[in-house]
T-cell receptor, first 112, second 110 residues
Framework: NAGVTQTPKFRILKIGQSMTLQCTQDMNHNYMYWYRQDPGMGLKLIYYSVGAGITDKGEVPNGYNVSRSTTEDFPLRLELAAPSQTSVYFCASRSNRGYEQYFGPGTRLTVT | GQQVMQIPQYQHVQEGEDFTTYCNSS?????IQWYKQRPGGHPVFLIQLVKSGEVKKQKRLTFQFGEAKKNSSLHITATQTTDVGTYFC??????????FGKGTTLSVSS
């Protein structure tokens, strides 16, 4: 199993551009999460999903959108990139029988 | 809203010394989890504590959950250079999402 994979690894955006961060898991997990991590800070939950077709806002959803059309994929969309969205983004998943979250390797995004 | 606080923010030790990080919640938790993130890496799950007063050990790591289920600690005995990284606690109340602390970054010199 590849676990949780994220693409791209790095990206530089100009202010106002849009992009989609991809996240895929091959463990058949129902729960998926998007976090952002800023230097010296913990992980802040952006959006999460409890299964295909169901998404909900986390602590810091403004400026982001998500969709969950399949169990495997949970893309995160930035519509109008702002410097405040410069961060490292982690996707995670867990099964509905367990509690351990499995994290992807992260996407480092810079908005200038 | 619910907050999870960790202290210290940074800790430097000599190899062989012990290390402890503390986690405090503003509310009673259903459970608490601990994760480790190596420099440049992603968080990796270490353990979950559920019961009041629970103590669990993993080799040189000892995890405790307070009696009131509002605090927790991670203690590492005789640190090694492989222990370097940031340790996060994360807690939640029943049916809510995990709230992560800001982490304690441990550096170890040999």
């Amino acid at each position: 199993n590849a676990g949780v994979t994220q693409t791209p690894k790095f990206r530089i955006l100009k202010i106002g551009q849009s992009m989609t961060l991809q996240c895929t898991q091959d463990m058949n997990h129902n729960y998926m999460y998007w976090y952002r991590q800023d230097p010296g800070m913990g992980l802040k939950l952006i959006y999460y999903s409890v299964g295909a077709g169901i998404t909900d806002k986390g602590e810091v959803p403004n400026g982001y959108n998500v969709s969950r059309s399949t169990t495997e994929d949970f893309p995160l969309r930035l519509e109008l990139a702002a410097p405040s969205q410069t961060s490292v983004y982690f996707c995670a998943s867990r099964s509905n029988r367990g509690y351990e979250q499995y994290f992807g390797p992260g996407t480092r995004l810079t908005v200038t | 809203g619910q907050q999870v606080m960790q202290i210290p923010q940074y800790q430097h030790v000599q190899e062989g010394e012990d290390f402890t990080t503390y986690c405090n919640s503003s509310t009673t938790l259903s459970n608490i989890q601990w994760y480790k993130q190596r420099p440049g890496g992603h968080p990796v799950f270490l353990i979950q504590l559920v019961k009041s007063g629970e103590v669990k050990k993993q080799k040189r790591l000892t995890f405790q959950f307070g009696e009131a289920k509002k605090n927790s600690s991670l203690h590492i005995t005789a640190t090694q250079t492989t222990d370097v990284g940031t340790y996060f606690c994360a807690g939640n109340q029943a049916g809510t999402a995990l709230i992560f602390g800001k982490g304690t970054t441990l550096s170890v010199s040999s």
